[in-house]
Nanobody, 127 residues
């Protein structure tokens, strides 16, 4: 049973930095064929792909919203994936969701590829 628990959201000023974490259980990072990713959703907007990585190879993928400001990383020893966000803007305010695919999936950038989701953590960027 895969379970994902996000943490680390909060309030930050424009231009600031924040990191959010996703602790995964039920997945062995070192040998996993899964990908894990971050999506975000603001009120009244569609869910948006932010970043993803493949657990075994560590290949990374970013959406336009990341735009060189965000970095996704993992710590296999802690079974945790991180999203480090820099130069935050008010438009980055959203609930950020961690997700994991099944071992076979089509695209790291499509929400439809992800079978497991965390509960979300709120990031608010004040102007």
């Amino acid at each position: 049973q895969v379970q994902l628990v996000e943490s680390g959201g909060g309030l930050v000023q424009t231009g600031g930095s924040l990191s959010v974490s996703c602790a995964a259980s039920g997945i062995t990072f070192r040998v996993s064929r899964r990908a894990m990713g971050w999506f975000r959703q603001a009120p009244g907007k569609e869910r948006e792909f932010v970043a993803a990585l493949t657990l075994s190879a560590g290949s990374t993928y970013y959406g336009d919203s990341a735009n060189g400001r965000f970095t996704i990383s993992k710590d296999g020893a802690k079974n945790t994936v991180y999203l480090h966000m820099n130069k935050l803007k008010p438009e980055d305010s959203a609930s950020y969701y961690c997700a994991a695919t099944r071992p076979s999936y089509s695209s790291t950038m499509s929400a439809n590829s992800y079978a497991y989701w965390g509960q979300g953590t709120q990031v608010t960027v004040s102007s």
